[in-house]
Nanobody, 115 residues
Framework: QVQLVESGGGLVQAGGSLRLSCAAS????????MGWYRQAPGKQREVVAV???????NYADSVKGRFTISRDNAKNTVYLQMNSLKTEDTSVYYC?????????WGQGTQVTVSS
């Protein structure tokens, strides 16, 4: 079965940076479009960034210019570099295919941005 393991979250001050990683197994990773998603308390899960199997990227307007998604197919890993973090970026961050598969959500990684 598909397993997605997110890591790299933490507590950071506004303006700081974090790099999230997501190790994937149980799927043909190199053929999959992958995405990063986030869910803040009381809010719906939203897509943050997507990278196609060919490396084309798209971002939510709220993170454009601050976040960068990338992938390493040799390591079956997708990354999210987050710079210039804002308090409103505080969420649990998840990776999944794009579009997501409901049965494949991992545990996520908490990102907390303090003012």
């Amino acid at each position: 079965q598909v397993q997605l393991v997110e890591s790299g979250g933490g507590l950071v001050q506004a303006g700081g940076s974090l790099r999230l990683s997501c190790a994937a197994s149980g799927l043909i990773f190199s053929l999959k479009d992958m995405g990063w998603y986030r869910q803040a308390p009381g809010k719906q899960r939203e897509v943050v960034a997507v990278i196609s199997s060919g490396g084309r990227t798209n971002y939510a307007d709220s993170v454009k210019g601050r976040f960068t998604i990338s992938r390493d197919n040799a390591k079956n890993t997708v990354y999210l570099q987050m710079n210039s973090l804002k308090t409103e970026d505080t969420s649990v961050y998840y990776c999944n295919a794009a579009p997501y598969k409901a049965d494949d959500w991992g545990q996520g990684t908490q990102v907390t941005v303090s003012s």
